[in-house]
Each structure stands twice: as C-alpha cells, then as structure tokens.
C-alpha cells in the first residue's frame, strides 16, 4: 500500500533576495511581494524580510538583530524561495541556513541571468525555476511548491535523516580538530613539552586522537605531565609499553605507575581490559561533543512520543 502524501511545503514561505546596495530597489520590492503572492496562493504564510528587516526602513536594526531575526525565519520555513537575479550574499548565507536545517528550496531567476553554480549544486534546491515572463513565472512557481506539496512522507524523512548524518559527521569533525593555538595552550597547562608533546601533537593532527578529547583530558580529567603522556600512549595511541617508556624516559616499572594512575583519574581500574577501555574512548572522548546530535540521529531526526 503506498504511503500517503502529505505536505511538504506548510507554513512559512521564506522569500529570499538581495535588498541592500540594489540600485532601484522599489521594483524588486514589488517582485519580492509578487513571490509571496504565489506563495500566498499555493497555502503557505509568505514571510518578506524587507517588510522587518530592510536595509533602509529598518536602518535602526544592528546587523546581528538582522542575522537573528532572519536565520529564525529561514530555519522554521516549509521552503526558502530564493531570487537569484542578482548577486546577494545574503541570499546565499539564507540558503546555506535552509541545509543546515533541512528546509527545501526553490530557485527563482530570469531565463537569461546567469546564477552561480555553487548556488544550484546546494543540496538543499530542489527546483530552479527559470521565467521570460511574470505569468509564465506563476505557473512554473506554482507548480514548483505544488511538487513539493506531494513529496512522500518517507522520502522527506529519508532527507531529514540524511541531513542528520551529515550535521553529525560535521560535529565529529569540529570535536576532531582544534587549533594549533589551543593545542599549543593545553599542552602548557598540562606541562607537557618535548617528544611527549610533539607525539600528542601529532595525534590530534593525524585524528587519532579527538582535540575536544584532548581538552577534556586535560580540564574535566585533569591529567598533566606523564600521566596525559602514558594515558595517550597506552589507551589511545596504543604504543607498546617499551616505546611508551621510552617517550616517557622513565622505567618500565614508573611508566606503568603512570598509566594505573591516568585510569584511574578517568575512572577506570589500572587493569581495565582493552575493551571496557575503547568503550570508555568512544563515552566519554567522542561521544560527549557531538551527543544531542547522536540523540537526534537514533530517533530518526524526529521527536518520541
């Protein structure tokens, strides 16, 4: 039995299109209200920014009042309607928004303007609409937000879960990898120099181990000097107990002290097996930066009951 559809394009149509250093801007203004007129006509609620936040009737507004009310706008739409006849950046920043949060987009431009491929290729346009005439533009328009109306339950759940994935491979990257500033920065409070610090270095540039890791290693754990330097070697890195001795300079018998100490301040016992160990890699090193995303991502993108 095929699944039921329903709509995709409800409430809020975003109306998207250049407004500041356009040189007659009362005629774009015009076309800005006649998007939202053939929003109007196909049931969604036209939200127009030069309505709240114009350049010119709202001068009064700071520019991050404007981002504001504006992102909030983008990421609570049913579909972005972007013009894309002139060149605006925030056109495409409005866009990008509408990615990051799943929201569907139609692109509006004449037949013969040229738009940016980066534009079209975004993964969030789902139609281009191309005009030589405003009636010709109302229909297509109107047929462009009528397909969306009718896309599957399943196949938007399908690019609601996709986007999910994507933000949370993107979180892991961000938990990956810091700046050099900042591991530079806690391998000083950690009073952590020489080849230690360049092996944990390199740990973080190569990935091995996560920069956010790094830094709950050092703050939440508040391991320092040889302790981080074994714990990293042995758990994470996973060096034999020669070479984590000798990156140490220490003895086989301290170098060991050092490592049941580490597990220790982590919360694990000095002889943990490898495995409880690995799983307290993934708890508590990856897992905690990019857990509401992890959240969202085994409930399938949508809320339990």
Do not use: C, K
């Amino acid at each position: 039995m095929a699944e039921q559809a329903v709509s995709a394009a409800t409430g809020e149509a975003y109306v998207s299109g250049a407004l500041t250093a356009v040189e007659d801007g009362a005629p774009i203004r015009l076309f800005y209200e006649l998007l939202g007129e053939i929003a109007a006509a196909a049931g969604l609620r036209p939200y127009l920014p030069h309505r709240t936040t114009d350049p010119i009737a709202a001068a009064h507004l700071d520019p991050r009042t404007v981002y504001d009310i504006d992102r909030a706008h983008v990421m609570s739409a049913g579909v972005v309607i972007g013009y894309a006849g002139l060149p605006s950046f925030g056109v495409g920043i409005e866009v990008e928004l509408a990615r990051e949060h799943g929201v569907p987009v139609v692109i509006v431009a004449e037949r013969d303007r040229p738009v940016s491929r980066i534009l079209l290729g975004n993964p969030a346009v789902v139609d281009v609409v191309r005009f030589a005439d405003l009636p010709g533009l109302r229909r297509d328009l109107g047929a462009a937000l009528g397909r969306l109306a009718t896309r599957p339950t399943a196949e938007r759940s399908r690019l609601a879960d996709g986007l999910v994935v994507q933000r949370f491979l993107a979180s892991l990257e961000d938990a990956r990898h810091v700046s050099e500033a900042e591991v530079a920065a806690l391998l000083r409070v950690a009073e952590l120099d020489g080849e230690a610090a360049a092996t944990l270095r390199r740990a973080v540039t190569e990935g091995r181990l996560f920069g956010a890791g790094l830094r709950d290693l050092v703050g939440r754990h508040a391991l320092r000097g040889p302790e981080l330097a074994a714990f990293v070697a042995r758990d994470i890195l996973e060096l034999p107990a020669g070479e984590t001795a000798r990156l140490l300079g220490l003895d086989g018998r301290a170098t060991r002290r050092h490592v049941a100490a580490a597990r220790g301040r982590v919360g694990l016992a000095d002889d943990a097996d490898p495995a409880l160990v690995g799983q307290w890699l993934v708890t508590e090193l990856i897992a905690p930066p990019t857990r509401a995303l992890q959240l969202q991502l085994f409930q399938g993108g949508r809320t339990t009951q």
